[in-house]
Nanobody, 127 residues
Framework: QVRLVESGGGLVQTGGSLRLSCADSGRTFNNYDMGWFRQAPGNERLFVAA????????YYADSVKGRFTISRDNAKNTVSLQMNSLKPEDTALYYCAASVAAFRTTSQTMASMYNYWGQGTQVTVSS
């Protein structure tokens, strides 16, 4: 069973940084590819970043490439998203998600490929 809990969201000024974390209380965390998605009010849920189960592969949306870094610690059952140079358009509810096959099927950007989701953590970037 995978149970994901996000933390680390908050209010930050343009240009600032935040680090989001997602913890899994289950025992099979290292079997899952992990992803971060975000959803602004009235918009669809969008892919942000993903990391393979081993941590050896990462993938980013063009909008965050060079500013965000995804990482994971399988010993601690956590995945993190370091967000730098934040912009007002990064404002959204951020979700972490787990997938059994996202990277194997090269579908890491598709929300439908993720089997488990957290409740989300709000990130607000003021201008």
């Amino acid at each position: 069973q995978v149970r994901l809990v996000e933390s680390g969201g908050g209010l930050v000024q343009t240009g600032g940084s935040l680090r989001l974390s997602c913890a899994d209380s289950g025992r099979t965390f290292n079997n899952y590819d992990m992803g971060w998605f975000r959803q602004a009010p009235g918009n669809e849920r969008l892919f942000v970043a993903a990391i393979s189960s081993s941590g050896g592969s990462t993938y980013y949306a063009d909008s965050v490439k060079g500013r965000f870094t995804i990482s994971r610690d399988n010993a601690k059952n956590t995945v993190s998203l370091q967000m730098n140079s934040l912009k007002p358009e990064d404002t959204a509810l951020y979700y972490c998600a787990a997938s059994v096959a996202a990277f194997r099927t090269t579908s890491q950007t598709m929300a439908s490929m993720y089997n488990y989701w957290g409740q989300g953590t709000q990130v607000t970037v003021s201008s």
